[in-house]
């Protein structure tokens, strides 16, 4: 079964637009477990245009007081700052990006060759605390091996081509790219340096509840899915439960 972590960003960026505490960052996540979300995600930024520190630490009482079991994913670029933060958060798993902290997005996986003297140490420190890894990647099938021999325990694919393309013809050439990825990533999980374990494959990017279904019949064993902006425009029409349900039924 391929969990789903629901991303919270897109809700904590509505409710900045106003000096007001609503939508309630916990309370939207609060729903989405109750209808089954596996885990949720959020990705603080510097500048705290969405999610906010405080709410890493309200999300983390939330999970641990309510729904032990439940994980939590905190993504974001291995500064010093963000390391920190994550340290004191203690989640289940971290998810570097490569993200410049202007970016409105992340758009890119990450060079892990030319950025080994920063992921290595990064991930040396989040391992000593207990803390998953995954690299933020694109459909690459070099990447897996190269995320390996840094001590990932994940990838999560860069699944942005593929879930933005709208001409079906170009959308089946990303989605071929990503299974092949997805192909790399258990060869290189076979091979990876002792102690490692197997290399599992999450995925993230613009999937909606039309994309979805092909990238999971193509890579059958996906491990998680992490979706924010898809769920929070779905659940203007659905409400959040019902969205979730949704997801929960395409990832399955």
Sequence with gaps: MT???VNLNAIAMLRNRRSVPWPSVTGLARIALDAGADGITVHPRPDERHIRR???????ALLRQDYPGREFNIEGYPSEEFLALVERAAPDQVTF???DPLQ???DHGWDIEANRALLVPAIERMKRAGIRVSLFIDADTSAPAAAATVGADRVELYTGPYGGEMEPGLAAVQLAALKETADAARSAGANA???QGGLLVNAGHDLNLVNLPPLKAAVPDLAEVSIGHAITADALIYGMAETVRRYKAACA
């Design 3 to 5: 969990h789903l972590s």
């Design 54 to 60: 405080t709410d890493v630490f309200e999300l983390v």
């Design 97 to 99: 990006v490569p993200d």
């Design 104 to 106: 409105s997005t992340s």
């Design 193 to 195: 340096r002792p102690g």
